[in-house]
């Protein structure tokens, strides 16, 4: 996703969805974000696993603490709206990680203001 280009994809896009592993979603994020319709919706799965550093993460790989969970979502949040995507929402979402880790879907839609081009 990070080497997509509009000789990749010809047009706007109407949705973005990412479920990505092992990289944070700002940077996995910035180059499809670019490739969206004025009207475009995001669907991403969150990750804490993948946000937080390593020293946070539990074993096996598990961030079990609420309060890391709380701030990777403000912080994905934060990072979304400050590129003028207004975020509708953020859920827990009810299947776990494969080791058990709490995830989240972030759901967004570009802003009139939108700073990623």
Do not use: M, Y
């Not at 479920?19 to 969150?46: G, Q, R």
């Not at 993460?57 to 079990?64: L, N």
């Amino acid at each position: 996703a990070r080497v997509l280009t509009r000789d990749h994809i010809d047009r706007d896009c109407n949705w973005v969805v990412c479920d990505a592993s092992f990289i944070s979603l700002a940077k996995v994020l910035e180059v499809p974000l670019s490739l969206a319709a004025p009207s475009c919706t995001l669907v991403a799965l969150i990750k804490p696993q993948f946000e937080v550093g390593r020293g946070e993460v539990g074993k096996g790989g598990v961030v079990r603490d609420p309060a890391l969970h709380a701030r990777v979502c403000e912080e994905v949040r934060d990072w979304i709206a400050g590129n003028g995507w207004q975020v509708e929402g953020i859920v827990e979402s009810p299947i776990k990680g494969p080791e058990g880790n709490v995830e989240f879907l972030i759901c967004a839609r570009r802003g009139p203001n939108s700073q990623i081009d």
